[in-house]
């Protein structure tokens, strides 16, 4: 069964402060792996997807990187708009015709940037 | 261009009851999945749909039931609800196998 384990659960900086958070996987047949964030109350909004060990997406103040193991996304000098959840998934298996599309959550990292 | 688009916004039941959600994709997508995301969680994959047919089904009970419709909106629906299945629900819709999938902004289900 596809495993995705997020750390830390919360995570408080200061404005400025740079950081990462973590997500480990155990999936058989990565496809992808996505980050989204999520602010209370809305849906996830699409970050990035990442397909193979060594790829890296940059956005504005936040870079997630990828090895065959793990993905962290880089926070440089956050501001207290990057105040959020985020949340990475996969997705995994034997790619078919719109088949197989579930993608599977960590359980997210909280992040509050104190001004 | 519309996002995806979720209704009710809000909704409140009693246990034993039955509901129904409702999504429209964004326009030109054909697949729509639906994720159950309990406070403080991670959500979890329900059901996918993709021209008209069930292309995936998660770890959920049979009261759990959805279908897609030729304009390629969907309904979830939810019989017999019970406490635990307050949550935020979510439908994501995408253009094609594999692409990021874009979700609408949920419809929050409480039961009393």
């Known amino acids: 069964e596809d495993q995705v384990t997020q750390s830390p659960e919360a995570l408080r900086l200061q404005e400025g402060e740079s950081s990462s958070l973590n997500c480990s996987y155990t999936?058989?047949?990565?496809?992808?792996l996505f980050w989204y964030r999520q602010d209370p109350g809305k849906g996830p909004e699409f970050l990035f997807t990442?397909?193979?060990a060594g790829e890296e997406k940059e956005k504005e103040r936040l870079k997630a990187t990828l090895t065959k193991k793990e993905s962290f996304l880089h926070i440089t000098a956050p501001k207290p708009e990057d105040s959020a959840t985020y949340l990475c998934?996969?997705?995994?298996?034997?790619?078919?015709?719109?088949?197989?599309?579930?993608?599977?959550f960590g359980t997210g990292t909280r992040l509050t940037i104190i001004p | 261009d519309a996002g995806v688009t979720q209704s009710p916004t809000h909704l409140i039941k009693t246990r034993g009851q039955h509901v129904t959600l409702r999504c429209s994709p964004i326009s030109g997508h054909k697949s729509v999945s639906w994720y159950q995301q309990v406070l403080g969680q991670g959500p979890q994959f329900i059901f996918q749909y993709y021209e008209k047919e069930e292309r995936g089904r998660g770890n959920f009970p049979d009261r759990f039931s959805a279908r897609q419709f030729p304009n390629y909106s969907s309904e979830l629906n939810v019989n017999a609800l019970l406490l635990g299945d307050s949550a935020l629900y979510l439908c994501a819709s995408s253009l094609e196998a594999g692409a990021r999938q874009f979700f609408g902004p949920g419809t929050r289900l409480t039961v009393l």
């Open positions: 998934a996969v997705q995994a298996g034997v790619r078919s015709n719109f088949g197989n599309e579930k993608l599977t």
């Open positions: 990442l397909y193979s």
């Open positions: 999936v058989s047949g990565l496809r992808g």
